[in-house]
T-cell receptor
Framework: DTGVSQDPRHKITKRGQNVTFRCDPI?????LYWYRQTLGQGPEFLTY????????KSRLLSDRFSAERPKGSFSTLEIQRTEQGDSAMYLC??????????????FGQGTRLTVV | GDSVTQMEGPVTLSEEAFLTINCTYT??????LFWYVQYPGEGLQLLLK?????DKGSNKGFEATYRKETTSFHLEKGSVQVSDSAVYFC?????????????FGSGTRLQVQP
């Protein structure tokens, strides 16, 4: 296993277009997270899945954002009607459930979105 | 809500200098604390962690001690190398609030000069 994989690595889109990102977690990990990171800031939590269930969503996740993890493996994050403020690095992370927060979260390299 | 405050960077040091990056936190509940590192062009990697008060996390010569009384988790290294140049993020996670996500600080860029 090569770790958490994200695709694409870079995406440039015009304002108003829809974009979709994919994340493939480490295969035995049942927890999957999406974060957003803007320049000079730390990652901000967007949403969290345990298996296929989306258990938590941040208030940052507006109605234009939707995430799925249909079979409890890979996940997609879609942004509809993109805005320039959506420009950021979108990070995916996965972890194994072991009773609590002690479990390390492994991060992908991220998808950098630029909305022009 | 939960928050993490880190010292602003960039921090510029000469090779073999002593490093301290300050991190303080506020949390509802009893957090676990983490330092993540992001090398240029790479993803975030866990550097070290501590799960209860007075625990010391250590890895690759870096150390941080969980200080509940001062709500701090400062990162230290006795002798930095050029290869330590990266962005360092302090983070917390609070299991007993039911959340599974981490709250990150804004990051501190470290530049080590030969």
């Amino acid at each position: 296993d090569t770790g958490v994989s994200q695709d694409p690595r870079h995406k440039i889109t015009k304002r108003g277009q829809n974009v979709t990102f994919r994340c493939d977690p480490i295969s035995e990990h049942n927890r999957l997270y999406w974060y957003r990171q803007t320049l000079g800031q730390g990652p901000e939590f967007l949403t969290y899945f345990q298996n296929e269930a989306q258990l938590e969503k941040s208030r940052l996740l507006s109605d234009r954002f939707s995430a799925e993890r249909p079979k409890g493996s890979f996940s997609t994050l879609e942004i509809q009607r993109t805005e320039q403020g959506d420009s950021a690095m979108y990070l995916c992370a996965s972890s194994a459930s072991a009773g609590g927060m002690n479990t390390e979260a492994f991060f992908g390299q991220g998808t950098r979105l630029t909305v022009v | 809500g939960d928050s993490v405050t880190q010292m602003e960077g960039p921090v510029t040091l000469s090779e073999e200098a002593f490093l301290t990056i300050n991190c303080t936190y506020t949390a509802t509940g009893y957090p676990s604390l983490f330092w993540y590192v992001q090398y240029p062009g790479e993803g975030l990697q866990l550097l070290l962690k501590a799960t209860k008060a007075d625990d010391k996390g250590s890895n690759k010569g870096f150390e941080a001690t969980y200080r509940k009384e001062t709500t701090s988790f400062h990162l230290e290294k006795g002798s930095v190398q050029v290869s330590d140049s990266a962005v360092y993020f302090c983070a917390l996670g609070v299991m007993d609030t039911g959340r599974r996500a981490l709250t990150f600080g804004s990051g501190t860029r470290l530049q080590v000069q030969p």
